[in-house]
């Protein structure tokens, strides 16, 4: 994220080196200021033993760096000096910090350092996605750091929390905005902080968001945290996928459609006009605007000047100040950003119209009494071992509203339990029969896959069920779960890292 949403919370502050810093001792107070916000741990370090200990500049740049490293107790006890706890940056700071402390007491830190990755943990119970935290990590920086032309200083740190209130502790972001913009991950004090997977009823792209957040943070390096909340919202959506094959429903829908869509009926955002973040835009849907629009602006301009001109502009950045955003786009394509903008509109209403497409391949949905209903009581049938009446209640929501992978993975599952594989099989559907990701689906895809003697498709389908919902039992137990009448489990996966996933995803089930 952008530091400027944090000029809402009382630790915006923090971010700048402070004003007494700039009084006292301004080049050194802002080479260490600089080392810190470029996420240069160790220069940091080197500078910090070479300032004058008893200098508040330098006491608060000392607690800046430990909460940029996790050391939240080590900040809270620096900024509790009276003469830091009297400032307005020191109190701000020293409030994060306080905030931080408490919510990672009993955390648990797993660091692979060969990797070059620090995790740290609030729930002991989600140990088992580390390896996979960390495989993405290390290829998800490996592509930021080829595309941005820079590198990002190891460890990487990542902090897996288990819910909002712990995000919003740890962050500075505001519970009710992150609430408001389903805000799951936040790129902010040298870390990601995001909300494990098994926190959500279906899980999120996990995958993907810990790519964009790793991509905040080589853009806030390559830049010293000068890019424009466009171009860092714009990058980070860019590098989401990038680091991987592309998978089903990647862009979908196109940026560039609802960027067209939004522009013609007035309810565009604005690249220029996104305030101090995404994440505190009004609602859901502004939110979801503004990113389709950023994504679909910045792929214009990377389409119209290539590759070496993003490079060329995060240098320019770099070198320049805060307020030179324009000035570097000028300098970098001859253009500034309002005539940029006007040139991407021009394109986006050039494109043909995106053709409306019928998912279910021209059938009309049944209409239905109460699909909600008839879900929630098929999934108190199937809670209680009741399969076949399960079955029955979900066939009537699937039929009227056929494209929704959540109850085909439903329906089928209740017709496995019930002995009646082949109807499971045509229950489910195939990729052409849903419009978005689901775990639990592509879990029983994969089982259904696996028993067909597909191996490779089945293993695809794992991996993408995991890539959204790793911690629920169907997806973590390669599509299958524990007998609803009290039988015998079935067999725990013999790949290690998806046994270890299975039996963590047993011992805290899923209502």
């Not at 608060?60 to 900040?75: H, N, P, Q, S, T």
């Not at 240098?315 to 001859?334: C, E």
């Not at 005539?339 to 049944?366: C, F, N, S, Y």
Request: aromatic share 6%; hydrophobic share 45%; proline share 6%.
């Amino acid at each position: 994220m952008k530091r400027g949403w944090l000029a809402l919370v009382s630790v915006l502050a923090a971010l700048a080196p402070a004003a007494v810093a700039r009084a006292e001792v301004p080049s050194r107070a802002q080479a260490i200021a600089d080392a810190i916000t470029e996420l240069d741990v160790k220069r940091a370090q080197e500078l910090l033993e070479k300032a004058d200990s008893a200098s508040p500049t330098i006491a608060f740049e000392r607690a800046r760096l430990a909460i940029y490293v996790g050391d939240c107790d080590k900040a809270q006890a620096v900024l509790a000096s009276a003469e830091l706890s009297s400032t307005p940056e020191g109190s701000g700071l020293g409030e994060l910090a306080k905030s931080c402390a408490r919510a990672t007491a009993a955390s648990v830190v797993v660091e692979d350092a060969e990797a070059g990755v620090w995790i740290r943990l609030q729930d002991e119970a989600d140990r088992a996605l580390v390896p996979l935290l960390v495989d993405v990590a290390t290829r998800a920086r490996s592509q930021v750091e080829a595309d941005l032309g820079t590198d990002l200083p190891r460890p990487l740190r990542i902090d897996l929390v288990r819910d909002l209130f712990t995000l919003s502790a740890i962050s500075g972001l505001p519970v009710n905005a992150a609430e408001t913009t389903g805000t799951v991950a936040v790129a902010r004090w040298g870390r990601v902080t995001m909300i494990s997977p098994r926190a959500t009823q279906l899980g999120y792209p996990w995958q993907d968001t810990l790519a964009h957040e790793i991509a905040h943070l080589g853009l806030t390096r390559a830049t010293r945290d000068h890019a424009p909340l466009w171009l860092q919202e714009g990058m980070a959506k860019r590098e989401e996928t990038r680091w991987r094959a592309p998978r089903p429903f990647d862009a979908v829908p196109p940026a560039d459609a609802v960027s067209r869509a939004a522009l013609e009926s007035g309810r565009s955002v604005g690249v220029d006009k996104l305030g101090p973040s995404i994440a505190m835009l009004p609602t859901p849907e502004a939110a979801a605007t503004a990113f389709s629009e950023v994504t679909s602006f910045v792929a214009f301009l990377a389409r119209e000047n290539g590759d070496p001109m993003l490079k060329l502009l995060f240098r320019d950045l770099k070198a320049g100040s805060v307020d030179d955003a324009g000035a570097a786009l000028r300098s970098a394509t001859g253009y500034d950003l309002g005539q940029w903008i006007a040139r991407w509109q021009m394109a986006l209403r050039a494109l043909p119209p995106e053709p409306v497409t019928d998912p279910h391949g021209g059938k009309r949905a049944k209409r239905i009494d109460d699909p909600a209903r008839r879900t929630r009581l098929g999934d108190l049938l199937f809670q209680a071992g009741y399969a076949r009446p399960a079955a029955l209640q979900y066939e009537p929501s699937v039929k009227g509203l056929p494209n929704e992978a959540a109850l085909r993975a439903r329906w089928s599952r209740a017709l496995c339990d019930a002995g009646r594989t082949a109807e499971a099989i045509s229950a489910l559907g195939g990729i052409a029969d849903v419009r978005s990701v689901h775990g639990g689906w592509h879990a029983l895809t994969g089982r259904f896959r696996a028993e067909a003697g597909d191996r490779a498709a089945a293993e695809e389908a794992f991996v993408l069920g995991i890539a959204v919902d790793p911690l629920s039992e169907e997806v973590a137990c390669e599509g299958r779960w524990k007998p609803r009448d009290g039988g015998k489990a079935p067999e725990l996966p013999v790949d290690a890292r998806r046994r270890a996933l299975c039996e963590a995803a047993r011992a805290i089930p899923r209502d």
